[in-house]
């Protein structure tokens, strides 16, 4: 056999070379709209996913309203993780995704949190005290969870009560910077900025009953800009299997 000074065959160094171009060419980047709340779970599954499929993830993370807005203005996103239902519906109806492509991948549950250890009780009882400066939510009108918080207000008849001691982030990321940087005492939150594996990492929270607001429905679909991309549609193939959802289980979403 006649071995090329790299010790390959010529025939056996062109296959290989064939091969690893091929997979090149399967390869693609897919680029996400991800609601803020699902930070922490999509950068861990990222990972897994390029590693998995040779695919690459690129994300950008905000409200699910300021997304729709832009999906509307022409912005490339390929596929939305939104933080409701109700969104992507909308957008479904409007024609912007891909038929079928709608499916719920999480259900998000909203806490009560402090970064202070021992601030928050197990009921929430602080919140009824009202003995805090700043209770930090996001805005309602652009985030699943600054609704819930609101609802979850109105049940326990505060709403006017706390009304001038509220600090709105445009979404969930700063709501929760607002508490962890001490600029509010306490704050809503998407629970799974604050859990992992069974439990609250950082300071005190109450996980707020699911009963309390409206569900929190998270569905994903894939845009019109992805209709024709592998990597838009592996992806969402890829939130549907055990993997993934383990993944987000682990966060202290629902399936």
Known sequence: MNLSASGFAP?????????????????????????????????????????????????????????????KNGAPFEVFLSADDSTPQKLESEGDIVKGSRFTYAIGTLALWSAKDGYVDSQ?????????????????????????????????????KVKAKIVEGQNITQAYQF?????????????SQIYKDGKVTSGSAWIVPAQMHDPIKQ?????????????????????????????????????
């Open 124 to 160: 929430g009882q602080v919140l009824k005290d009202n003995q805090y400066q700043h209770l930090s939510i996001a805005n309602p009108k652009a985030a699943p969870y600054g609704l819930a918080a609101t609802q979850v207000l109105a049940k326990l008849g505060l709403t006017d």
């Open 219 to 255: 569905d994903a679909v894939i845009l019109n800009k992805g209709k024709d991309n592998p990597a838009a549609k592996a992806l969402v193939d890829y939130l549907k299997a055990p993997k993934a959802a383990a993944v987000i289980k682990s966060y202290g979403y629902q399936l």
């Open 11 to 71: 025939t056996c160094l062109a296959s290989l070379l064939a091969l690893f171009a091929f997979g090149s060419a399967q390869a693609a980047e897919v680029q996400v709209a991800v609601a803020a709340n699902f930070t922490a779970p999509i950068q861990a599954i990222a990972a897994d996913f390029e590693k998995d499929t040779g695919h690459k993830l690129v994300a950008a993370y905000g409200a699910t309203g300021q997304f729709y807005a832009q999906i």
């Open 179 to 191: 508490v962890s940087t001490g600029n509010a005492e306490l704050g809503f939150v998407a629970l």
